[in-house]
Structures are given as C-alpha cells and as structure tokens.
C-alpha cells in the first residue's frame, strides 16, 4: 500500500519560513509528478506547486518567489521550503503524487501563519 507521510507544519508568524517534507512508501524516481496542494479553510484543495519525472516546475503565482518545491528520489522524499510566509497562506499543505495512472494523497499538515 502505497503511503505519503508529510511533516513540517506549524505555527509561525507571518515573515517566518517552514519547511514541509513528504516521504513516499514506494520509489517516487518514476512519479510523473509530486506535487503540493493548499486547502485554506472554507476553499477548495489547490495546487500550489509540482515538480514532474524531468524537474519541470509549476508554482501557482499566489506563491512564486517564496515557496521552492524540490524532490530527493534516492530518499523518495518531495520537499517544500515556504519562505516569507503570510497569513494568506495558512491552511491544510497536502502532498500529492501521480504514479502509474494513480493519484495518491497525504494526511495533510496543517500550516498556520499569525499576523
């Protein structure tokens, strides 16, 4: 069974930087994709950033410049350094994965950033 553990989240205040890491059950070296997905409250679960199986990088405007997605395939472990946070950026941080046709989901951590 394939399992995504995430870690990393907190409280900071806003200015702060957090470090959110996801490691994988299962080698994520032929992933198509990794990828974060933010779900403040009240909104739907969007993708934030995504690094795909050739390093080719997405990261949603609302964060480019301050978030940097990264993955260590020898580790199999999809990190997110979150720089300059705001309080805009509080919310569940999910970690995804597209791998042979399936998608599969983290727990979630919860991030929250104090004005």
């Known amino acids: 069974q394939v399992q995504l553990v995430e870690s990393g989240g907190g409280s900071v205040q806003a200015g702060g930087s957090l470090r959110l890491s996801c490691v994988s059950s299962?080698?994520?070296?032929?992933?198509?994709?990794m990828a974060w997905f933010r779900q403040r409250p009240g909104k739907s679960r969007d993708v934030i950033a995504r690094i795909d199986i050739y390093d080719r990088i997405f990261v949603d405007d609302s964060v480019n410049g301050r978030f940097t997605i990264s993955r260590d395939n020898a580790k199999n472990t999809v990190s997110l350094q979150m720089d300059r946070l705001e309080p805009s950026d509080t919310g569940a941080y999910y970690c995804?994965?597209?791998?042979?046709?399936?998608?599969?989901w983290g727990q979630g951590t919860q991030v929250t950033v104090s004005s």
């Open positions: 299962v080698t994520i070296s032929n992933a198509n994709t």
């Open positions: 995804h994965m597209f791998k042979d046709g399936m998608n599969y």
